[in-house]
């Protein structure tokens, strides 16, 4: 459709081009609408938000939501298939979070803002972290730590120190650690080597890069300490994970 198509022409041709163009993308809007579709129900923006904060179980999600086991497996299907939220296998356990994309943290700011906009009693609350502990963090203090979350899976085969960070950030670095921890369920060392220990699962199963460089790729200089640290995660070492026994 052009200009002269509409019920009334302002002479406004590139900005009427430019939305035209952009409304043409219908599988674009599509996408968007999937997502925001995985959403729509109150009980799957609860589940997806606590594990935006923490990794948990099945059972743990379900006491935390004082809901049925099914029920709540049956909200992590969508939430799964669609990408917001992954999965690991822990002997018989099986342990969800938040997918690690732009995407995901997106939605999760998105949700917090709108909460905060709509919920007028939001800010004369205390912030909670996943456990319902009161904390005094600020929302600075959060999103610089948010910051260093995104630094740090994008650097995940260098070693950096709290200590470099907190210089970086101008935090301490006991606050640095307590107020990661409130907002992604467990230390930093534990996360980001969860990240690097994930990674390096994929690369195993995906790629024909040896265990020398694997490790390499996500930290490790030496092939030795990588291989007892990925054994120490998975409970078999990165050869045996590799024949499909992982």
């Known amino acids: 459709m052009n200009h002269m198509e509409l019920p009334h022409y302002h002479g406004e041709d590139r900005k009427i081009g430019f939305i035209q163009e952009q409304l043409d993308h219908v599988d674009d809007f599509q996408m968007v609408a999937d997502v925001f579709k995985q959403l729509c129900d109150t009980t799957r923006v609860r589940i ?3 594990l935006c904060h923490c990794e948990e179980c099945v059972l743990n999600i379900s006491a935390m939501l004082e809901m049925s086991s099914p029920a709540v497996s049956h909200h992590l299907r969508p939430l799964k298939n669609s990408g ?3 999965s690991r296998r822990e002997g018989k356990e099986v342990y969800y979070r938040a997918a690690d994309t732009e995407e995901c943290r997106l939605l999760h700011q998105m949700i917090e803002q709108v909460m905060e906009i709509t919920c007028l009693n939001m800010e004369k609350r205390p912030a909670q972290d996943p456990s319902g502990l009161e904390t005094d963090y600020s929302s600075e ?3 610089i730590v948010r910051a260093i979350h995104e630094q740090l899976t994008h650097n995940i085969g260098q070693r950096i120190t709290i200590e470099s960070l907190s210089k970086q950030y101008h ?3 006991t606050t640095l ?3 990661f921890k409130s907002v992604y369920g467990t230390s930093l060392a534990a996360h980001i080597k969860e990240h690097r220990m994930e990674l390096a699962a994929q690369l195993l199963r995906e790629t024909d890069l040896t ?3 694997i ?3 996500i930290g490790y200089k030496s092939q030795s300490r990588f291989s007892s640290a990925f054994k120490a995660y998975y409970e078999v070492l990165p050869t045996e994970y590799r024949k499909g026994r992982g």
Do not use: D, H, S, T
């Open 171 to 173: 935090m301490n670095p």
């Open 141 to 143: 203090q959060i999103e």
């Open 215 to 217: 490790g390499q790729r």
């Open 48 to 50: 997806f938000w606590l």
């Open 84 to 86: 917001l939220i992954v």
């Open 177 to 179: 650690k307590e107020v």
């Open 211 to 213: 265990i020398a460089q």
